[in-house]
């Protein structure tokens, strides 16, 4: 089920980083949209096998995190 190759690993990390942010952002104004975009961008690596499938599904968390942050 794990991939180790290095394009997955490097976007495990810069997604997970970026959820982090994410998170502390949200707890830090107290909003749960970003909270939940945090989350998910730090868990789902966990659950990807191929490389394509963490940066398309990192990349669309990203993209609803920039549009969905301060609603």
Request: glycine content about 12%; overall charge neutral; proline content about 4%.
């Amino acid at each position: 089920m794990f991939s180790f190759s290095p394009l997955n690993i490097l976007g495990g990390f810069i997604f997970s980083t970026i959820g982090w942010g994410a998170w502390r952002y949200g707890r830090q104004l107290d909003r749960w949209k970003p909270v939940a975009i945090g989350l998910a961008l730090m868990i789902y690596p966990l659950f990807c096998a191929y490389a394509w499938e963490t940066w398309l599904v990192g990349m669309a968390l990203c993209g609803v995190l920039w549009f969905h942050h301060d609603e």
